[in-house]
């Protein structure tokens, strides 16, 4: 399948790897439901806000359709997951570019987990570092996910906003590479205004939003088997597909065998994605 093809009809094409007869939760769908009521799944949705709300944010936003956003049935005002919707209850959970949202990551599988029915699925797709505004952040480690579950994060650290606004970036004047690689790129923000949402993120108050974790699909697994190896989540990986465009999926169960590579092959892989695509150079103000 082309990238192109592959945009079209990307939740069709995710819907394709799992089965999702069964009932759904989907956590985050917001203006991209990959389950969409209006499309018969039997489905309950998880959100920060209520679909005015969701409206409302995303009203003046280019290239967003509003009238995607349906209802939300459970509004998370952080309370554990599976204290929300019950747990127990899903045969699938989905994430769809939420995970990397989350404070405290293990906390936010092991509550995906505790609220799946037995034999139940996790599905995530996930953001490629390589070809999103993450390109120059180096990838998440194991011991950086645990610590965060160690300190029980229900907001980002401080740091990782800082890391999330100062390495921003736009390839040919977009927010990610697109499918080819970019010819050039440019920093968003000013170093200071990092240090301003480092100060911001550290006062309390509202809560703030980022990308708290970066991945290649080879971090990305190395990280759950070395969950699953260590017993911090009964989840292992059943399945994994690396889309043509911007994003990875995979498919997590409690019966699963998990990853079929081995640690040293996962670290080597990884270590090979954190080199590709080859950087593009620094735009120019033309002159
Ligand atoms: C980047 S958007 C992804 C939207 C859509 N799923 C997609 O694939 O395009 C992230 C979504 O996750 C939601 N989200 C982020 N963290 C969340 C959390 N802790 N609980 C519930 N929803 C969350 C946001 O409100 C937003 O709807």
């Known amino acids: 399948m082309t990238s ?16 999702a007869s069964g009932l759904c939760l989907e956590i985050g769908p917001s203006y991209n439901p990959i389950l969409p009521k209006r499309g018969g799944q039997r489905v309950e949705t998880v959100d920060h806000c209520d679909a005015a709300t969701l409206r409302a944010k995303y009203a003046n936003q280019p ?3 509003i009238e995607r956003i349906e209802d939300v049935d459970h509004v998370w005002r952080g309370e554990p997951l599976a204290d929300l919707v019950g747990p ?21 599988l092991r509550e995906c987990e505790r609220a799946l029915a037995p034999g139940g699925r996790l599905v995530l797709a996930v953001p490629d570092r390589r070809r999103t505004f993450d390109f120059f952040r ?13 300190e029980k994060r229900t907001r980002h650290a401080p740091g990782a906003a800082f890391d999330f606004i100062a390495n921003f970036c736009t390839f040919d004047g ?15 923000n000013p170093v200071q205004d990092a240090a301003s949402g480092f100060s911001y993120y550290a006062t309390g108050g509202e809560y ?4 708290a974790w970066v991945f290649t699909p080879s971090s990305f ?25 911007f994003e990875f999926v995979t498919v997590l169960s409690r019966e699963a065998s998990g990853c079929p590579l081995g640690r040293a092959d996962l ?19 033309a002159t």
Do not use: K, N
């Not at 192109?4 to 939740?11: A, F, G, H, T, W």
């Not at 950086?144 to 160690?150: D, G, Y």
């Not at 977009?174 to 968003?188: C, D, I, K, N």
């Open 221 to 245: 697994r190395l990280i759950v088997s070395d969950l699953a190896a260590i017993g911090a989540v009964a989840l292992r990986e059943e399945g994994f597909w690396e889309t043509p465009i």
């Open 63 to 65: 290239g967003v359709d």
């Open 174 to 188: 977009r927010q990610g590479t697109g499918t080819e690689a970019a010819a050039t790129f440019a920093v968003s």
């Open 208 to 211: 703030h939003d980022c990308h």
């Open 88 to 108: 127990g209850r899903f045969d699938v959970v989905i994430a769809s570019h939420v995970i990397e949202h989350t404070p405290d990551m293990l906390g936010f």
């Open 4 to 19: 192109l093809d592959y945009s079209q009809c990307r939740e069709a094409a995710i819907r394709r790897l799992f089965d």
């Open 267 to 285: 670290l080597v892989a990884a270590h090979r994605e954190a080199a590709t695509p080859a950087a593009p150079r620094p735009a120019r103000p």
């Open 138 to 150: 180096p990838a998440s480690t194991t011991g950086a996910v645990l610590q965060a579950h160690h």
